[in-house]
């Protein structure tokens, strides 16, 4: 007692406490810092999603609400504010969360930590501030030779120092709990999968600066010229990569939340953790997607990328979304629920936001995200759609129900556990998922749809009125861009209610018991509710729900795919 008094005086003294309600056990600077990155971030989603209001209402043909250097603009912030700045900053917390939290350890260089904190925010407030100046409405990809000011790229490569700094403080975070043996053999799952999104991320800000830090340069006129096709080559290594930093991220808290839910364990270990390495290998190679109608890359390399190598990324999604509700199953049938094939499915908390926004995240990321790029993917299907507005449809369903809804779920236990309130308004809380996230199904098969017509992916005016030679949609067009636009206003709804409960709960929830203060880790408590998510081990393979409900994808996969080889077939008429 006297020792814990002691450390507890001491200003620079390592102190735990651990959540009576989750038995998680929490370090004081990796908690603080966790709850500084994951505020900021749903500040960016604050801004971004005011912003998506401008979007979408400008799409809609029969509102066409901004202006065209308005629209540019708010399109620019609307991207950088949800694709780089809400997402990192929230999975900067998720890796602290992953690495000190679970393995029980205290964060290793906590200042540097907060140097990296206070450069992420003073670069995306630098970037921010510029685009809303009106002079760098270049879309977030801000392809040369169109140029933004030398404060648009700045700012960005300070976010992407102090979010690579971030990475190695987590794997500094990973030295110190192997040293200080507050686990025993593997790493949990959870982190692991934490560690590969830290590699691809590693990977992806080391793209950006090869291509940011000489735009830069080009900017404030220290070199006369940067290579259009060099850039998008890399460039895409930097921006579809980020989204593989998402799809690792909210896959582990996937198996988080199955861990934590339901006391889950995944299906097999080995499997899971070899289907994450597989990321590492090949997910990146699915930026190729991007330049297949580029003339700077060879017809050999777009057929590698996009014929085999994008297939090892795709299998290793098709592991998890497998494993993951199998895993669920298991461990509800050992609790009794096995009438038929499908009573672990009804029995589940649907009304735990929680689980609720993971599954229908995880439906949705697979049904939609998923067999959506394996066609764009694809280097002769993607000829129909590329650069159409199909391509916002498909990663609105990997950024957006994949990931945003993941992190909204994961709030929704972190407000009580890490923030230490009730959530506010639980019935709103009960529907909020529901309401998010099947607006955002709705919103992207619309869009896709429109996609698939050819209407344009970025184009302020789908109808380019006052053009030389008009073009007539179908009105088939006009009726899935208007569907897009109330779809939009719909998920923009469910948004700003998580901003609301999650902002609200914090501020003026009921306030809940912290836990003791301990000067050292202690033990997980075997019993405890997160106990399944911080150890190594597997459940078997006794699901055959979730094999019908692979079967059900598999078959959606295979109609959806040879449906778009029938609409490629069509287009040789045009010729």
């Given amino acids: 007692m006297a020792a814990t008094s002691a450390a507890l005086a001491s200003g620079n003294a390592t102190t735990y406490r651990t959540c009576p309600r989750s038995g998680l056990q929490f370090e004081r600077s990796a908690e603080r810092l966790m709850i500084f990155n994951a505020v900021t ?13 401008g979007v979408v209402l400008t799409r809609w043909p029969a509102v066409h609400w901004l202006a065209a250097d308005t629209f540019y603009m708010v399109l620019t912030a609307h991207g950088i504010d949800m694709l780089i700045f809400w997402m990192i900053f929230f999975e900067v917390a998720v890796l602290y969360f992953c690495s000190s939290t679970l393995l029980r350890c205290r964060i290793a260089t906590p200042k540097i930590a907060w140097i990296a904190y206070a450069l992420m925010v003073v670069g995306a407030l630098m970037n921010n501030i510029d685009v809303f100046r009106g002079g760098s409405s270049v879309m977030m990809t801000s392809y040369v030779p169109m140029m933004a000011t030398p404060w648009f790229y700045l700012g960005l490569i300070l976010f992407a120092v102090g979010a690579l700094i971030a990475c190695f403080v987590f794997f500094g975070t990973l030295v110190v709990a192997k040293r200080d043996k507050t686990y025993q053999g593997s790493v949990p799952l959870v982190t692991f999968g934490a560690i590969v999104a830290a590699i691809i991320a590693v990977f992806t800000i080391v793209s950006g600066a090869i291509i940011l830090i000489p735009t830069f340069f080009l900017a404030i006129g220290w070199i006369k010229e940067v290579d259009p096709l060099i850039y998008r080559t890399i460039w895409w290594a930097f921006g579809h990569s980020s989204q593989q930093i998402n799809v690792a991220a909210h896959i582990s808290i996937w198996y988080a939340v199955a861990a934590i839910v339901f006391g889950a364990k995944p299906m097999s270990e080995r499997v899971s953790r070899g289907a ?3 990321y590492i290998f090949f997910l990146q190679l699915a930026s190729a997607h991007h330049l297949l109608a580029d003339p700077g890359v060879s017809t050999e390399w777009k057929v590698v990328n996009t014929s085999y190598f994008m297939y090892f990324a795709v299998l290793a999604s098709m592991i998890h979304g497998l494993t993951i509700p199998g895993a669920i199953e298991v461990a509800q049938r050992a609790k009794g629920y096995n009438k038929g094939l499908f009573e672990w499915l009804r029995k589940a908390p649907w009304g735990n936001p929680t689980f609720s926004g993971m599954f229908i995240s995880l439906i949705g990321f697979g049904f939609l995200g998923g067999i959506s790029g394996v066609m764009m993917g694809t280097e002769q299907l993607n000829l129909i759609i590329h650069n159409t507005i199909y391509v916002p449809g498909h990663f609105h369903a990997t950024v957006v129900v994949g990931t945003t809804l993941t992190f909204m779920a994961f709030t929704y236990f972190l407000i009580p556990v890490l923030f230490k309130r009730e959530v506010i308004s639980p019935g709103l809380a009960k529907i909020q998922p529901y309401l998010f996230g ?14 698939t017509l050819g209407v344009s992916r970025r184009h302020w005016d789908m109808a380019f009125g006052g053009a030389a030679m008009a073009y007539e949609w179908p009105g ?6 208007g569907l897009v636009g109330i779809g939009g206003i719909a998920a923009i709804t469910g948004g700003a209610l998580y901003i609301y409960l999650t902002v609200g709960s914090i501020l003026w929830g009921k306030k809940l018991d912290a836990g003791v203060p301990n000067p050292r880790f202690t033990p997980i408590p075997p019993t405890a509710p997160s106990a399944a998510a911080q150890v190594y081990g597997s459940a078997g393979f006794a699901a055959p729900g979730t094999f019908v409900l692979a079967m059900v994808f598999l078959l959606a996969f295979i109609l959806y ?4 080889w029938k609409y490629l077939a069509q287009l040789w008429g045009m010729s």
């Fill in 276 to 278: 994450f390495l597989l």
């Fill in 438 to 451: 099947f607006s955002m199904y709705f919103f992207c098969l619309v869009m896709m749809g429109a996609g």
């Fill in 561 to 564: 795919y040879f449906i778009n």
């Fill in 476 to 481: 088939a067009a006009y009726l899935m861009m």
């Fill in 41 to 53: 971030a749903v500040v960016a989603l604050l801004v971004g999603g005011i912003l998506a209001i």
